[in-house]
């Protein structure tokens, strides 16, 4: 990125002029793209002083030209050396560095980093540069769940940011110890400071550089932590921020990403698919991969599997690891082995503990899918450990959810039924229709287990209209399914174990092989498939199977 060439005098000198006096006017008014386009024909007319070349920087990154902001940061850098400004030079380091960390090129966004340290420790005294150069040492720490490190480095980083009254400095290293808390589990003071952050934010205290960061950051540590309520009022506020700025690029993307999965959880599906578009549609292949993820997870919700594996494939294109989802189309297409094989390589892989509470319920599924009984309640176990180090509401409802389908496949229908109507009245509390619907769908199950077969009529129907009004046409084609078998298993008194072992009768399968796929012992499932052949008042396992085929009980 070299800064040396002359660049050859273009137009008149009042022209040039007019060009940089736009820019600059162009810049107050945050009006991106008209100051890049004029404070470069200003450039290309005669090289721009360094402090407009660092405008030129901001407006290039702002609309998403990410090569020429580095470009025009390179030249401020070089610019500032020469005029022996080094903490001015070590600064544009930091963020040529920065860029390139985000962008995954740790080697060189290393190399940047040191440059800026080497130039400092030139000036041989304090400043704020010192601070920032602290930033990425946190975010080291945070990536490997050294949370304890982090927070420290983060509290230096903020006093050096308030004995300089550097805005940008003090805002971003407290939301970064609000996320080590977070990730320590002390989940209510962490974002207590990630509030203490968005007040600066919200108030226009920022530069648009980092104030969009922040807003991404702070958004996403909410969601990580199942803080609905707070993403939701960030995600407005940061809509808000981008509407005012109509050619804003770089955080429009990520915003809408935001967006599309607040408005999913909040059960207006239609709105997040609209997002979700427009998201992926993001001009100058500025579309966050994590858009792709999205429309994926909408698309198999909706039962729209093709479109669903299209937009997995484009995420993982880009980088972005696309499970649980992936892998619960499969389970949804039928291929249980392939999908407990990936969240197993998935689970194994991640560490962090709050990534993994995204990762469990899936595992958790789609282990009882294929009959992992035993893998499904270790899984179970852990989320319930993990709930408990970190107080969240939302997290014990997902534990609870995660506990009471298991008990329930293991045929403890009470317990099951209280521990999922405490995960339905968490779900119903958060305003998260979908998870709600699925709960009361289980707890519809238990219902007919322990014999109350209105209640299961009444919950089953309860959960099938949710899944009508949200267009989840496959979890509508189960509970219409578990409905139809509901009643004709009702009017023989099956209860749901027996009626799974029927299945499995009906499909050919011997008591050994049921026992080995139920984790039973092949006593247990002995006496289930006598009791159903009682109940069902037929002579043979041969007459069971046939009635139930007849009576649409598989």
Excluded at 89 to 105: K, P, S, T, V, Y
Excluded at 446 to 459: I, K, S
Aim: aromatic share 6%; charged share 25%.
């Amino acid at each position: 990125m070299s800064s040396s060439n002359q660049r050859p005098l273009r137009g008149s000198a009042s022209e040039r002029l007019d060009h940089l006096k736009r820019g600059r006017e162009h810049y107050e008014r945050r009006a991106w793209a008209d100051a890049y386009n004029s404070l470069e024909r200003a450039d290309l007319a005669v090289r721009l002083g360094v402090q407009d070349l660092e405008l030129l920087a901001m407006s290039a990154y702002l609309i998403g030209r990410e090569d020429d902001y580095m470009r025009a940061l390179d030249r401020a850098h070089h610019a500032y050396i020469d005029a022996d400004e080094c903490m001015r030079g070590a600064r544009c380091a930091f963020w040529i560095g920065l860029c390139l960390l985000f962008r995954g090129e740790t080697g060189p966004a290393t190399g940047w980093f040191g440059r800026a340290q080497r130039l400092l420790e030139r000036e041989g005294h304090d400043c704020v540069e010192q601070g920032y150069l602290l930033l990425p040492l946190v975010e080291q720490h945070l990536s490997a769940s050294a949370s304890q490190e982090a927070y420290t480095i983060a509290t230096r980083a903020a006093e050096v940011g308030e004995r300089f009254g550097e805005s940008d400095l003090i805002a971003c290293a407290r939301h970064l110890e609000g996320r080590a808390l977070m990730q320590q589990g002390q989940v209510e003071r962490g974002l207590a400071l990630l509030d203490e952050a968005m007040v600066a934010v919200i108030a226009g205290e920022l530069s648009p550089r980092m104030t969009g960061l922040i807003y991404c950051s702070v958004i996403d540590s909410c969601l990580q932590v199942y803080a609905f309520a707070r993403a939701r009022e960030w995600t407005s506020a940061l809509a808000q921020w981008c509407a005012e700025q109509p050619q804003l690029v770089s955080f429009t993307g990520a915003c809408l990403v935001h967006r599309a999965e607040v408005m999913r959880l909040h059960g207006a599906w239609a709105d997040a698919i609209e997002e979700g578009r427009r998201a992926c549609a993001e001009v100058m292949q500025q579309a966050p991969p994590a858009a792709f993820y999205q429309q994926g997870e909408m698309h198999r919700l909706r039962g729209e599997f093709k479109a669903a594996e299209g937009a997995y494939r484009e995420a993982s294109r880009r980088g972005f690891e696309p499970q649980p989802g992936l892998a619960l189309l499969r389970m949804a297409q039928g291929h249980g082995v392939d999908a407990a094989a990936t969240i197993r390589r998935v689970a194994t892989g991640t560490r962090d503990k709050l990534q993994r509470t995204r990762l469990l319920p899936a595992y958790v599924e789609i282990m009882l899918g294929v009959g992992d009984t035993q893998n499904a309640r270790a899984a179970c176990r852990e989320l319930d450990n993990i709930a408990d180090a970190h107080d969240i509401r939302v997290l014990r409802a997902i534990a609870a959810h995660s506990r009471g389908s298991v008990e329930l496949a293991e045929g403890d229908a009470g317990t099951a039924f209280n521990s999922l109507r405490y995960a339905f009245e968490i779900w119903q509390q958060v305003e998260a229709p979908y998870q709600a619907a699925r709960a009361r769908e289980l707890v519809g199950l238990a219902c007919r287990a322990l014999g109350d077969n209105e209640g299961a009529r009444l919950e089953l129907e309860a959960a099938r209209i949710v899944f009508k009004q949200l267009s989840a046409m496959p979890d509508l084609a189960r509970v219409g399914s578990l409905a139809m078998s509901t009643s004709s298993a009702q009017l023989h008194g099956l209860t749901s174990r027996e009626l799974q072992v029927l299945r499995m009768v009906a499909a050919g399968k011997t008591n050994k092989a049921i026992a080995a796929e139920l984790f039973l012992s092949q006593r247990t499932v002995d006496r289930h498939v006598s009791n159903l052949i009682r109940k069902l008042d037929v002579t043979s396992r041969t007459a069971a199977a046939a009635y139930a085929h007849k009576q649409n009980l598989v």
